[in-house]
């Protein structure tokens, strides 16, 4: 496999997974301000009936949703925040920060989907849903330029180690590899690119899903429809 044609699909399933990012904060957003509308209106509604207010609803709802918005606001960032590791690299210590999955993104701020929870539970599960959907759009958006900045030639280097060991690589074969590389800085655009697995038990690793291959052995295929017989068509 050409190293050109290699960047090349790599760089569309970067701008791909750019487009995947802007869409889910835009969706986020969206679920969002809808659900904001539909809670915020029935309870609206409700707490007028029953304070015989307009004024006084207004009021209660908008302390109401506020009070849930800075709950998010400082307990979110634990949930979504990097994961930090530490690896050798000859004689010093490097520490490496990677980011969230998109998926993880999602299963916060869509909230538990655990059926045994209590009837409280559940009601404030779904009152928590608009800040939880605000709060992730924004941290999603926080991602669309990272993603978009890709360095392509570098995560490219990386990838192409990893498919030809076809297995685990350890980060401290990358840095022995290629000396020159930045390597907390390519380690944390990997974690954005979709397929690329982090092994992090003892040490930091990674490994490719099986997705990452068959979109990549797919396209490559439609280039060179011979090389499907190849059964190690990433080692060339």
């Known amino acids: 496999m050409k190293k050109e044609f290699f960047h090349d699909w790599l760089r569309r399933r970067v701008e791909g997974r750019w487009k995947i990012t802007v869409s889910a904060a835009a969706a986020m957003a969206a679920l969002g301000l809808l659900a904001f509308v539909v809670q915020a209106g029935i309870l609206y509604l409700l707490l007028s009936v029953a304070y015989g207010s307009r004024s006084m ?20 960032p634990r949930q979504l925040r990097d994961s930090e590791h530490e690896i050798q690299v000859g004689f010093r210590t490097v520490t490496v920060r990677l980011a969230p999955t998109l998926a993880s993104a999602w299963t916060y701020a869509m909230g538990s989907l655990e059926s045994d929870q209590s009837i409280p539970m559940r009601i404030v599960s779904i009152m928590m849903l608009v800040p939880r959907l605000l709060w992730t759009s924004w941290h999603v958006f926080g991602r669309i330029n990272r993603v978009r900045d890709i360095d392509v030639e570098s995560t490219g280097k990386v990838l192409r180690m990893v498919l030809r060991k076809s297995e685990r690589v350890e980060a401290e074969e990358i840095a022995e590899k290629y000396p020159d590389i930045d390597l907390p800085k390519t380690l944390r655009q990997l974690s954005f690119i979709d397929g690329v697995v982090f092994l992090t038990k003892d040490s930091v690793g990674i490994s490719l899903a099986n997705r990452f291959k068959d979109d990549l052995e797919k396209s490559l295929a439609e280039v060179r429809p011979d090389i499907v017989s190849d059964p190690t068509p990433f080692d060339t």
């Open 57 to 76: 609803a207004a009021i209660v709802v908008l302390l109401l949703f506020g009070g849930m918005g800075i709950v998010t606001c400082l307990t979110a």
